[in-house]
């Protein structure tokens, strides 16, 4: 047979329509232009509801068993918490209950004592609320700002207090700020007392500019400090009164070359982090004030000879 009589065509079975090239260029534009049909005139959004208000029983079906898990792990968890917070209360209460009971024996001994020997109690401290407004702006000093002042009735030499221990002292004040010098400061002191031993000693801060301990000075060698040991006031100075809580010794070095011990503390208050404070008026303003005959009364040293008056 001739090859030119061949229908070279392919058979209808076999035949495609467009190519394919023009067939993803027809169906990208399409999309496209639904996705901004969407966009600008929410086309799809009925049916898009439709699928989801149909999906929604299959979907919650699903998740139940997830969920049930959660809950059930979520409940041992608490379960788990709320022993453990139980257990530490307990322990926590009973330690309270026997401090409690020791703080009111050696309160009770102490009215004792103070009635046998006829000491006046310490008069109550009326402090005065402030805040904190910024440090100040020299990295060699420890001193910040507070919102008090004159006009509030600050006066220079006041204590200042946090709710942790003594942070430092009134040093300037103005009509409606005043300065606060910290413990830590160089040219700070205070004077100190050992809770434990009962024995006195002076506190001094830190020079340079990363000092944040005080140092207890011209210790003996042979002195009785153990680190842990409370440090308070003292009340000597006629500044700050009595049993305020001021530091506690961490590091006590006694070289074989010096007569005198290196003792550091850390201080009980918040010195970098507080930022609301209880200023308290000088302890010598809360003093009684002398008896006039002992005012006029000369040193027993002076006192003259009724002739030579």
Same mark, same amino acid.
């Given at each position: 047979m001739p090859l030119g009589t061949l229908d070279r065509t392919p058979p209808p079975f076999f035949k495609q329509g467009p190519s394919a090239l023009s067939k993803l260029a027809f169906f990208s534009a399409l999309a496209l232009f639904?996705?901004?049909?969407?966009?600008?005139? /929410?086309?799809?959004?009925?049916?898009?509801?439709?699928?989801?208000? @149909?999906?929604?029983?299959?979907?919650?079906?699903?998740?139940?068993?997830?969920? $049930?898990?959660?809950q059930i792990e979520r409940h041992f968890a608490d379960l788990e918490d709320a022993q453990d917070k139980a257990h530490n209360s307990q322990a926590a209460l009973t330690a309270l209950a026997a401090r409690a009971g020791q703080v009111e024996q050696l309160t009770l001994e102490n009215n004792r004592l103070r009635a046998l020997l006829e000491l006046s109690t310490r008069p109550d401290t009326q402090g005065l609320a402030a805040q904190?407004?910024?440090?100040?702006?020299?990295?060699?000093?420890?001193?910040?700002?507070?919102?008090? $002042?004159?006009?509030?009735g600050v006066k220079a030499g006041s204590p200042v207090l946090d709710e942790s221990g003594v942070v430092g002292q009134v040093t300037r004040v103005h009509p409606l700020v005043s300065e606060v010098t910290l413990l830590t400061d160089r040219d700070q002191a205070i004077p100190v007392m050992n809770t434990r031993t009962g024995v006195r000693s002076v506190a001094y801060g830190q020079s340079g500019a990363s000092g944040t301990e005080l140092e207890l000075r011209f210790m003996a060698g042979n002195a009785d400090v153990q680190e842990g040991d409370m440090l308070s006031t003292s009340g000597v100075d006629g500044v700050y009164p009595a $049993?305020?809580?001021?530091?506690?010794?961490?590091?006590?070095?006694?070289?074989?070359? /010096?007569?005198?011990?290196? @003792?550091?503390?850390?201080?009980?208050?918040?010195?970098?982090?507080?930022?609301?404070?209880?200023?308290?008026?000088? /302890?010598?303003?809360?003093?009684?004030a002398m008896p006039a005959e002992d005012v006029a009364r000369p040193p027993s040293g002076n006192r003259l000879h009724p002739r030579e008056r």
């Open positions: 639904l996705m901004v049909a969407d966009v600008r005139f /929410s086309l799809v959004k009925p049916l898009r509801s439709a699928v989801a208000a @149909v999906l929604y029983p299959a979907q919650w079906l699903v998740q139940q068993p997830v969920l $049930g898990f959660r904190v407004l910024y440090d100040a702006a020299d990295p060699y000093t420890r001193k910040v700002i507070i919102d008090r $002042g004159s006009v509030q $049993g305020l809580a001021v530091a506690r010794v961490t590091h006590v070095e006694r070289r074989a070359e /010096s007569a005198f011990a290196r @003792v550091l503390c850390t201080p009980m208050a918040q010195l970098a982090s507080t930022s609301h404070v209880l200023v308290l008026p000088p /302890s010598t303003a809360q003093q009684p």
